[in-house]
């Protein structure tokens, strides 16, 4: 079993930048390709970004490449997700999530452990 525990999310001014954080408790995640997803009301769960378990490769949402940066710290247990250039759209609850694939394009049915999540919230 893995637990992920996420972290960093808030209110901020449209432009202005967050990083979140994923913590794993339970088991290493130094084999399991690691996601950000988001929900905001009314809306399905969207990808946003994947890691390999390496972190040699990443892959991310249109909507956000550019802007977001998604990186590992397989020594601490830890993913991050650093947001920049936030704008009001990007409001919604962001959950990381662990899969047992190599691939980056990772649909919310194939992560094996997802976390509770972190609310972020942009003002115009």
């Known amino acids: 079993q893995v637990q992920l525990v996420e972290s960093g999310g808030g209110l901020v001014q449209a432009g202005g930048s967050l990083r979140l954080s994923c913590a794993a408790s339970?088991?290493?995640?130094?084999?399991?390709?690691m996601a950000w997803f988001r929900q905001a009301p009314g809306k399905e769960r969207e990808f946003v970004a994947a890691?390999?378990?390496?972190?040699?490769?990443?892959y991310y949402a249109d909507s956000v490449k550019g802007r977001f940066t998604i990186s590992r710290d397989n020594a601490k247990n830890t993913v991050y997700l650093q947001m920049n250039g936030l704008k009001p759209e990007d409001t919604a609850h962001y959950h990381c999530?662990?899969?047992?694939?190599?691939?980056?394009?990772?649909?919310?049915?194939?992560?094996?452990?997802w976390g509770q999540g972190t609310q972020v919230t942009v003002s115009s």
């Open positions: 890691i390999s378990w390496s972190g040699a490769t990443t």
């Open positions: 999530a662990a899969a047992r694939t190599v691939r980056l394009r990772i649909l919310p049915n194939e992560c094996d452990y």
């Open positions: 339970g088991r290493t995640l130094s084999t399991y390709t």
